[in-house]
């Protein structure tokens, strides 16, 4: 069982270049997130979809774009990357709405780098 | 300001004791608060889920504490193993509005080192 799988998993890009992280899950979830983690910080909202058809802004959305591709894919992309969002980004499923306190399941990672 | 502070920053502890790591958080109202495991490059993992009614839960040799009152929680490890060698996160979310669906409040973490 492959949980939670994104791709790639290191990327070095030039300012300015586009790029899409892409994330799948096989447990049937409605709901899926895009965070960065930066050193010495907590995990931080990028974007999430609440479930099939929708997306919304989380904390950090400036720079990025989301597209939930159907019920297992959600993919990020940023159009013109720039040296501040170099970061580790982790896409994440949960069955419903995390406040009702389903556990979340987050992928390996994606290590990128803008220079 | 992080509405969620966790200390120490850092450990180290020898294989076989035990350590105790703290989260304090200001998140209100208060819904559901979750420790994970973050191994070096990999995606953090769940150890524990605690709603505002339970004080206790346990996953192995973790046991997390929660004080809804104070506005704490704690998180024992007992009996170290070299595996435990992690950063481990408290995440604490609110009760759902239409401004916090999905927006949980991460801690920086804490880096824990056990050494032989």
């Known amino acids: 069982n492959a949980g939670v799988t994104q791709t790639p998993k290191f990327q070095v890009l030039k300012t300015g270049q586009s790029m899409t992280l892409q994330c799948a899950q096989d447990?049937?979830?409605?709901?899926m997130y895009w965070y960065r983690q930066d050193p010495g910080m907590g995990l931080r909202l990028i974007y999430y979809?609440?479930?099939?058809?929708?997306?919304d802004k989380g904390e950090v959305p400036n720079g990025y774009n989301v597209s939930r591709l159907n019920k297992r894919e959600f993919s990020l992309r940023l159009e013109s990357a720039a040296p501040s969002q170099t970061s580790v980004y982790f896409c994440a499923s949960s069955e419903v709405s995390p406040n009702s306190g389903n556990t979340i399941y987050f992928g390996e990672g994606s290590w990128l780098t803008v220079v | 300001k992080n509405q969620v502070e966790q200390s120490p920053q850092s450990l180290i502890i020898l294989e076989g004791k035990n350590c105790t790591l703290q989260?304090?958080?200001?998140?209100?109202?208060?819904?559901?608060l979750r420790w994970y495991k973050q191994d070096t490059g990999r995606g953090p993992v769940s150890l524990t889920i605690m709603t505002f009614s339970e004080n206790t839960k346990s996953n192995g040799r973790y046991t997390a504490t929660l004080d809804a009152d104070t506005k704490q929680s704690s998180l024992h490890i007992t009996a170290s193993q070299l595996s435990d060698s992690a950063s481990y996160i408290c995440?604490?979310?609110?009760?759902?509005?239409?401004?916090?669906?999905?927006?949980?409040?991460f801690g920086a973490g804490t880096q824990v080192v056990v050494t032989p």
């Open positions: 979809s609440a479930s099939e058809g929708t997306t």
């Open positions: 447990m049937n979830h409605n709901s």
């Open positions: 995440v604490v979310s609110a009760w759902e509005t239409t401004d916090s669906w999905g927006k949980l409040q």
């Open positions: 989260c304090n958080y200001t998140v209100s109202p208060f819904s559901n």
